[in-house]
């Protein structure tokens, strides 16, 4: 199976995403997002994937607070999901949580596996929407819930030149897609009560928050970690984020969509 290409969240990387957004987290909002996006599913007990877990913030989340059955993490970097690993342990909570690293393709589960399948900001990573959205309704039990969240484009087509420049300056691998794309790949999977909810208002307030807090109080301690040069270009990532906001070409979303009760 050929591996997209897809630059690491190397150790640096993770350093400031975990230091802007808090002990597990490789993106925004935190326990609140999820709890948001999540708001109304049942939970409790219950067998839920997390695609692209990265470091685990929330799969601890769902098995302290929302006392999941068991939460499967999957990611596709080694690296990382040792640390899921290592933060589970830490929290105790090794019984409700397992953590695999996977191939980019097929989900590696048998069909109807799932109560819930859940991602935070990883699905953005994965080119075919309509590939994924049809595993991920696959590995669904009737009745079961797929609610996240992801980065969106605001635009279909090109960007504009300062979404590319921002693009560009972060370095990542990106498949943005449209809103539109992806309530479509979600119907053609068969999905019902499909919502997406935007978050562009609330995240151009917190990214400049975010921006500021790097720049100020946090600007010493992360540069004696991961240096002053890697810290100011993330700071310059952040810049031209927040005017990718701003134009509404960058856009986080919450997603959500039911399996039907009777599907095969
Ligand atoms: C922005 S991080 C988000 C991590 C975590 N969900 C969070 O919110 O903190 C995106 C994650 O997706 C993972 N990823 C990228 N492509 C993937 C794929 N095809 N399958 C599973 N995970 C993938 C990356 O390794 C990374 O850990």
Redesign the pocket.
């Given at each position: 199976m050929s591996r997209?290409p897809?630059q690491?969240?190397d150790a640096d990387l993770t350093a400031v995403?975990e230091a802007v957004?808090g002990e597990?987290?490789?993106?925004p909002g935190g326990t609140h997002e999820v709890d948001t996006y999540l708001q109304g599913i049942e939970l409790h007990g219950f067998s839920v994937l997390?695609?692209?877990?990265?470091?685990g913030?929330?799969d601890i989340h769902l098995a302290k607070q929302h006392r999941v059955g068991m939460v499967t993490g999957?990611?596709?970097?080694s690296d990382?999901i040792e640390r899921c690993k290592r933060l589970a342990h830490k929290h105790g909570l090794t019984r409700q949580t397992e953590f695999i690293c996977?191939e980019?393709?097929p989900l590696p589960f048998a069909d109807a596996s799932f109560e819930v399948v859940t991602?935070?900001?990883?699905i953005?990573?994965?080119a075919d929407k309509n590939a994924l959205a049809a595993d991920i309704y696959r590995t669904l039990k009737p009745g079961g819930w797929f609610a996240a969240s992801d980065w969106l484009a605001g635009y279909e087509g090109e960007p504009s030149p300062e979404m590319a420049a921002y693009l560009i300056a972060e370095g990542l691998d990106f498949g943005l897609r449209s809103g539109n794309s992806y309530r479509l790949a979600l119907e053609a999977a068969g999905f019902v009560e499909i919502d997406i909810v935007d978050r562009n208002e609330w995240y151009r307030v917190e990214a400049r928050r975010e921006r500021d807090q790097m720049r100020g109080a946090l600007y010493e301690c992360l540069a004696s970690q991961v240096g002053s040069e890697f810290l100011d270009h993330e700071i310059d990532v952040w810049d031209k984020m927040i005017i990718a906001l701003d134009q509404g070409q960058l856009r986080p979303t919450h997603l959500r969509g039911k399996k039907n009760q009777i599907a095969n």
């Open positions: 997209e897809f690491e969240y995403l957004w597990g987290f490789m993106s997390d695609i692209g877990c990265g470091l913030g929330v999957i990611d596709i970097d990382l996977v980019p393709g991602s935070k900001d990883a953005i990573h994965i």
